[in-house]
Each structure stands twice: as C-alpha cells, then as structure tokens.
C-alpha cells in the first residue's frame, strides 16, 4: 500500500510503501521494482521494516511496478509450500 500520493512523487524521490499480510506488517518482505522494458528481472530490490514499511527509489517518470512474493509454510500434509503474491504499478509524473 503507497503511503504517499505516487503522483506527487518526482524522480530522485522515494515512494514509501507499506506490506500487510493477515492484516499485520510483514516484516523483511523482499520487494523488487522495475519498469516496462526492464526484462523479467527487477532492478532492484528492498526489504521491509519491523513496521512492514520500505521506500521504492524513484529513477525516472512513467510506470514503475513493484512486485512481492511471500511463501509460507503451512501445517498441512497437502502441500508445503505457500505462495502469495501482488503488484502495484503506478505512473510517474
């Protein structure tokens, strides 16, 4: 969730996003970020604070995409792994 408008954002500005997860903080998330043309790999990544907050640089305008995948191991015989994921794009003025 941006915690700041990211169409007031500029380039060498930072866009501050919060992650949830069962609707608490998830803390050491690995988000990664990247722009249409970039490849299938993110230019760069960051981690989540103990408030489940990190800030996305901004390198220049159009659209950004900042993606997350958590896996969770969950008490099942049915599988072991579990994944979620989400992505947020925004357009940079």
């Known amino acids: 969730m941006p915690q700041q408008n990211p169409f007031t954002r500029k380039v060498d500005d930072t866009l501050r996003v919060r992650v949830l997860f069962h609707g608490k903080p998830l803390r050491d998330a690995n988000l990664g970020w990247q722009r249409p043309g970039d490849g299938n790999t993110?230019?760069?990544?960051?981690?989540?604070?103990?408030?489940?907050?990190?800030?996305?640089?901004?390198?220049?305008?159009?659209?950004?995409?900042?993606?997350?995948?958590?896996?969770?191991?969950?008490?099942?015989?049915?599988?072991?792994?579990?994944?979620?994921w989400t992505t947020l794009t925004v357009r940079i003025p």
């Not at 390198?59 to 579990?82: N, S, V």
């Open 42 to 84: 993110p230019v760069g990544y960051v981690r989540s604070d103990v408030k489940g907050e990190a800030l996305i640089p901004i390198a220049q305008t159009g659209l950004l995409t900042i993606r997350l995948t958590h896996m969770t191991r969950p008490k099942t015989p049915d599988f072991e792994w579990e994944s979620f």
